[in-house]
């Protein structure tokens, strides 16, 4: 297989902080031999355990990137046992852009890996993480939120896991997050997904989903700043105690139904808003005709009880899009 063309412009195993920047190769129009650069911090003192934190898996999503800032600013050596690797803006093109997906070669960077090592920008990108990082880690933090087309109750998540030793080992640390919800989460399709890659190396895996709507609130900050300063006291690399702002509601995503699709477009009115508690068949949005008046609307009841905690956000929406999100008490 070929050899991946990112290199780092700093070492990955040195003590001390250093600042720099994975380095990949990319011609383009305007730079024949042009690269994209990829902001990454690694902070290490002594032994212990590797964090990897990562944002901006999808570029239109703000707590991680602002989050990681804030780390790779203030964390200094002494303060920590072991190693903390971090990259603020893993998708840097769709970052920039603004966008959940690469513009340069439209790659979901979330359902590319493990990725190829000659492949897109976006699949080399998950090839070298997949690769290089995820083995030399130990946790596996990659924050996420809703951008631009969901809203989210601010929540750090575990996946349902074979392993039950490994899952036990990611929930303790989700836990430890302290985000104001705390989800055992179900993915409509995990195939492709970081998450997946992580969790199959048996690495401690915790993500996010802390907003939406394309932007952060200075509450979404800080839940994604303390939630990271938490999981690296949980692992040993950070000194001191989980810090948590009252107490994590638990929260389970067990079966399909939880999600809920639109069957045709328009114009989206929510009859539910976020954490409200809704029983089955009940009226939970309305999709109005987006080209006519005087229509009667397409009504969207609740598969299940439970509680709203997604929904779509922009005010029109598309066939297929996912309207809402019902979890359950967890516990």
């Not at 951008?147 to 349902?160: Q, S």
């Not at 994590?248 to 999600?259: E, G, K, N, V, Y």
């Not at 005709?289 to 969207?300: I, L």
């Not at 309207?323 to 008490?329: E, F, Q, R, S």
């Amino acid at each position: 297989m070929s050899r991946n063309p990112i290199t780092p412009t700093i070492p990955l195993d040195a003590p001390g902080k250093a600042h720099g920047f994975l380095r990949l190769p990319y011609s383009r129009n305007d730079s024949a031999w042009g690269n994209v650069m990829i902001p990454v911090t690694v902070i290490a003192n002594g032994q212990g355990p590797t964090a990897l934190l990562t944002g901006a898996n999808h570029g239109d999503e703000y707590e991680g990137p602002i989050a990681l800032q804030q780390l790779a600013w203030q964390i200094e050596p002494a303060e920590v046992s072991g190693r903390i690797i971090i990259i603020p803006y893993l998708n840097y093109p769709a970052f920039r852009a603004g966008t959940r997906v690469s513009p340069i070669d439209q790659v979901n960077l979330n359902r590319a890996f493990p990725g190829r090592p000659d492949g897109t920008p976006s699949q080399k990108i998950a090839h070298y993480v997949n690769d290089v990082l995820v083995p030399m880690s130990d946790f596996v933090l990659d924050y996420h939120s809703g951008g631009r087309t969901l809203d989210f109750l601010p929540y750090a998540a575990a996946h349902h896991l074979d392993d039950a030793a490994q899952q036990a080992a990611c929930v303790a640390a989700v836990r430890a997050f302290g985000a104001p919800y705390t989800m055992m989460m179900r993915e409509i399709d995990a195939v492709g997904m970081f998450d997946t890659a992580v969790e199959s190396q048996g690495k401690v895996f915790v993500t996010t989903e802390l907003g939406g709507g394309g932007t952060a609130t200075a509450r979404s900050a800080r839940i994604a700043i303390r939630g990271a300063m938490n999981v690296l006291r949980h692992a040993g690399i950070l000194q001191g105690g989980i810090e948590l702002e009252g107490g994590s509601q638990m929260l389970d995503m067990p079966a399909d139904d939880c999600f809920h699709f639109a069957s045709r477009a328009g114009l989206l009115q929510p009859l539910a808003d976020l954490g409200e508690q809704v029983v089955r068949d009940q009226p939970i949005a309305r999709i109005w005709p987006d080209d006519r008046s005087g229509t009667a609307p397409v009504e969207v009841t609740a598969n299940r009880d439970g509680l709203i905690a997604a929904r779509h956000f922009p005010g029109l929406v598309q066939s297929g899009d996912c309207l809402a999100v019902i979890a359950v008490a967890g516990g």
